[in-house]
């Protein structure tokens, strides 16, 4: 799954824009400390295990999750509505 991290935002939050899942982080993007605070807002989100597969350094990133896509699918609606 692809996503988009944010660096320095004011706080965390997830959401979803145009189909693609992005993530802001309050963290700088120094020594991994936002892709750190990514995985463990999106596991929060989510509520699921969620690692970085690809992007380290990017980003735009590739995560692997560990649940089901149904499921999956459920939170991002939730995210999706809490937005708006």
């Given at each position: 799954?692809?996503?988009?991290?944010?660096?320095?935002?004011?706080r965390d939050e997830v959401f979803?824009?145009?189909?693609?899942?992005?993530?802001?982080?309050?963290?700088?993007?120094?020594?991994?400390?936002?892709?750190?605070?990514?995985?463990?807002?999106?596991?929060?989100?989510?509520?699921?295990?969620v690692m970085i597969v690809a992007?380290?350094?990017?980003?735009?990133?590739?995560?692997?999750?560990?649940?089901?896509?149904?499921?999956?699918?459920?939170?991002?609606?939730?995210?999706?509505?809490?937005?708006?």
């Amino acid at each position: 799954m692809k996503i988009k991290v944010t660096p320095n935002a004011k706080r965390d939050e997830v959401f979803v824009r145009d189909g693609l899942l992005c993530v802001k982080v309050s963290c700088p993007p120094e020594d991994g400390k936002a892709n750190k605070r990514a995985t463990q807002v999106l596991q929060k989100a989510l509520g699921c295990k969620v690692m970085i597969v690809a992007g380290q350094k990017s980003r735009e990133k590739e995560i692997e999750v560990g649940c089901g896509e149904e499921e999956i699918a459920s939170k991002l609606k939730e995210v999706s509505e809490k937005k708006k």
